[in-house]
Each structure stands twice: as C-alpha cells, then as structure tokens.
C-alpha cells in the first residue's frame, strides 16, 4: 500500500512552506494523488525537493522550470520505453 504524506508533513519533509508547494501544484509541476486534501505520495516529495533545490541552488526561474521538468519527464518516459524493449527481448 502506498504511503500518503498530508501537506504540513510535506512541508517539514521537504524544507518548504505550504504556499510554495500550492504554488508547485497550481503550475502543475506536481500532482497530488488527491488534490482536495493534498495528499502526496513519495514521488511527489521527491519532485518538490528537485524543485526546491533547482531553485534554491541554481536560481531556476518558473518559466525555466517548466521546461527542465518536462524535459526531465520526457526523459522518464523514454527510459521506461527502453526498459519495457529491452525486457522484451530477453522474454
């Protein structure tokens, strides 16, 4: 069963305030496995501590962060593409 982590434990897990993960939600860099409550599982805590960090460490603006996140995800995408062929092959 996965974990869901509510917002105020999201913000001490991750180092940020409840306004700034809102924002994360609200341009859709992260989805909330249910958004009324804001309940987040691991994959959405590790993607607002990324963002947190390419902000606070590399001064990635919002509109930067919008393409590095998709091009991360496109990525992703592609590499399960690949693991998906190449299991495949081995069947």
Known sequence: MMKLTRLDEACDLCGVKKEVIIHF???????????????????DLARIRLIRDLKD?????????????QLLD???????????????EFL
């Open 74 to 88: 496109q990525l992703n995408r592609l590499h399960l593409e690949l693991a998906k062929h190449q299991q495949g």
């Open 57 to 69: 460490d590399f001064g990635v603006n919002d509109e930067g962060m919008s393409i590095i996140l």
């Open 25 to 43: 939600v609200q341009e859709e860099w992260i989805h909330p496995v249910d958004v009324t409550s804001m309940e987040m599982d691991d994959e």
